[in-house]
Structure formats: structure tokens, C-alpha cells
T-cell receptor, first 112, second 112 residues
Framework: DSGVTQTPKHLITATGQRVTLRCSPR?????VYWYQQSLDQGLQFLIH???????AKGNILERFSAQQFPDLHSELNLSSLELGDSALYFC???????????FGEGSRLTVL | QQQVKQSPQSLIVQKGGISIINCAYE??????FPWYQQFPGKGPALLIA?????SEKKEGRFTISFNKSAKQFSLHIMDSQPGDSATYFC???????????FGSGTKLNVKP
């Protein structure tokens, strides 16, 4: 158990809908990263927050947004969903240095 | 543009054999190179990591070899075991750890 909690574990929705994925980092970790893993694909970096502040963005679509709250949990919002958004979304947390990422078990999103 | 290129995509090794996975990068600003191991249904977990000031790091049966001039690094799994069957990802990051770029993954199958 990495200590990172992601909810929901599975989500099935329709095209055009909006969903919110939640991540609770390990106790004490200030950094939260979001990654997308499509079928047989690697991990695509979406966004990184550190102590509530956005630190870096990857290839995150404009339909996607995220935030980190004062209690350090993070939410990834996906809107106007398309079939191609079906993927496993991982959250990872880190204390910052030396940089080890602790991944949750992911939220599997299926868009029908 | 893929920041970290990983090969092979899949690998079959007999029990007791050596598994070798290779990665290459272009950005010379990267200075932290971790390897992650992912079992089905789980998030990736850190296996071993190296910084470019050393050419090799060994932890048990797992060794990272690093070639700074060639901008390549590899994971060697000695005496491979069926329990090592998993997907392995190489990654790279700069010192601020704002972004981690992952390779596309190698699915390793160790035959008993």
C-alpha cells in the first residue's frame, strides 16, 4: 500500500459528460502529480501541484483541469468527455526531494 | 515528442536469465533517472534510481547502467524470477522534480 488513495476506482460515463477524480496523497507529501495511462501506453504527464500551487503542466487538454486544496488532496476534472479519454488516471505524491513518486492504484475511466 | 524512449516493448526471459531493458533520452538537463515496476491492477512503484554522477547502481538483483555520453541508461535484472513478471518504466526528471517523463514501458514475462 503506497498510502495514496484514489477514488473512484472505476467510473463509466457517457460522451459529453463531466467527471471528477479525487486523490489523497500520503501524509506529509506536498506534491501531487496526475498521469494518464491509455491501453498499452506509457504514463503521460498531465499536471503537478506543490502545496496548492501549480508547478508544471504536461500535455493536458483544455477540457481537463485540476486543483490542490488546502488539505493537500487534489481533484482532476475532466469535461466534455470523448471516447478517447477512456484511460487509467494515476495520481502520485511525493515529499519533493529526493523525488520518489508514490502512486495510487488509479481510477479507470470508461467513456461510452 | 517523446522525451524518453524505451525498448523493447515486451520481453520474454527464462527463469534464471538476465533481463535487459534500455532507455534513451535527449535532454541533457535531466539528472535523475528512476525505474518503476508496475504489476497488473496496481500503480507503479519505484524500483531503483540513479543520478548521472555514477555509471552504475546495484540493488540486489537489479542494476542500472548509465552512459552519460550516449544519453542512455538500462535496467538489468539478474537471475530473473517469475515474480519479476511486470511492466517496467524508465523515467527522467530534472532536479526540481516538477515533471517526470516516463518511457512507454516494457512488459516482462519470466517463464518458469
Amino acid at each position: 500500500d503506497s498510502g495514496v488513495t484514489q477514488t473512484p476506482k472505476h467510473l463509466i460515463t457517457a460522451t459529453g459528460q463531466r467527471v471528477t477524480l479525487r486523490c489523497s496523497p500520503r501524509s506529509g507529501d506536498l506534491s501531487v502529480y496526475w498521469y494518464q495511462q491509455s491501453l498499452d501506453q506509457g504514463l503521460q504527464f498531465l499536471i503537478h501541484y506543490y502545496n496548492g500551487e501549480e508547478r508544471a503542466k504536461g500535455n493536458i487538454l483544455e477540457r481537463f483541469s485540476a486543483q490542490q486544496f488546502p488539505d493537500l488532496h487534489s481533484e482532476l476534472n475532466l469535461s466534455s468527455l470523448e471516447l478517447g479519454d477512456s484511460a487509467l488516471y494515476f495520481c502520485a505524491s511525493s515529499v519533493g526531494v529526493p523525488g520518489e513518486l508514490f502512486f495510487g492504484e488509479g481510477s479507470r475511466l470508461t467513456v461510452l | 515528442q517523446q522525451q524518453v524512449k524505451q525498448s523493447p516493448q515486451s520481453l520474454i526471459v527464462q527463469k534464471g536469465g538476465i533481463s535487459i531493458i534500455n532507455c534513451a533520452y535527449e535532454n541533457t538537463a535531466f539528472d535523475y533517472f528512476p525505474w518503476y515496476q508496475q504489476f497488473p491492477g496496481k500503480g507503479p512503484a519505484l524500483l531503483i534510481a540513479i543520478r548521472p554522477d555514477v555509471s552504475e547502481k546495484k540493488e540486489g538483483r537489479f542494476t542500472i547502467s548509465f552512459n552519460k555520453s550516449a544519453k542512455q541508461f538500462s535496467l538489468h535484472i539478474m537471475d530473473s524470477q517469475p515474480g519479476d513478471s511486470a511492466t517496467y518504466f524508465c523515467a527522467a526528471s530534472m532536479g526540481n522534480f516538477n515533471k517526470f517523463y516516463f518511457g512507454s514501458g516494457t512488459k516482462l514475462n519470466v517463464k518458469p
